[in-house]
């Protein structure tokens, strides 16, 4: 048997350990929300864990990628948008609105993370990487739906649980998110596809502001 390619090899490994960390980071996360769910009573949070649950589905599931941008700067916003949500911590005290203002934010956030999460299929992935190009559903309104999904159930839980420390990780997370972004349009900048698609789609994540 032929020796295997010391880069397939790393690869392999990056994709290992990026299924464990994802696994974990939503194991912690899945432990704090529950929590104050069975303390509060308020599904706002849960909704994000609902969220999050596909992540990690469709993480197991996803293909191979043909390009993966593996620079250390798009390391580094990848990880910060996937810690992000799991330090997140339930505020003891009331939201800024009620919870049904929140409950209800979060969930049109959902759909439109769910739509964009199971239009890609298999395409989906976490390092910005070229694993085919989805021009299809809430694609063809914005280039990362998920995305603008993600902003709505954070704006949301920011307003559910106002604690300066969930401010704080919010913005990193949610400005990680949008250089992510950036990074995944620059691998799929060199698919004659999604050059043209780009034509068509304008908006980056927020449609009509970015």
Not at 46 to 69: F, H, K, Q, Y
Request: proline fraction near 6%; include cysteine; hydrophobic fraction near 55%.
């Amino acid at each position: 048997m032929e020796p295997r390619d010391p880069r397939e090899s790393r690869a392999i490994a990056a994709d290992l350990v990026a299924r464990f960390v994802v696994g974990a980071l939503f194991a912690l996360l899945s432990y704090n929300l529950l929590a104050d769910f069975a303390r509060t009573q308020r599904i706002t949070g849960l909704l994000l864990l609902v969220s999050e649950s596909l992540v990690v589905v469709l993480t197991i599931l996803r293909r191979r990628a043909r390009i993966v941008d593996r620079s250390v700067p798009a390391a580094i916003v990848t990880a910060l948008s996937l810690v992000g949500p799991a330090l997140l911590r339930p505020a003891q005290g009331p939201g800024l609105v009620p919870d049904l203002v929140t409950a209800v934010a979060s969930a049109i956030g959902l759909i439109v993370i769910i739509a964009g999460k199971m239009t890609l299929g298999r395409s989906f992935g976490i390092a910005p990487a070229n694993r085919g190009v989805v021009v299809a559903g809430p694609y063809a309104f914005v280039r990362h739906p998920i995305y603008f999904g993600y902003l709505i159930t954070h704006l949301a839980f920011a307003c559910a649980h106002p604690t300066p420390w969930n401010v704080l990780i919010l913005v990193m997370t949610d400005a990680a998110l949008i250089i992510r972004a950036l990074y995944e349009e620059r691998v799929l900048a060199r698919d004659d596809i999604y050059q043209t698609y780009c034509r068509r789609v304008a908006w980056h994540v927020v449609p009509g502001v970015f």
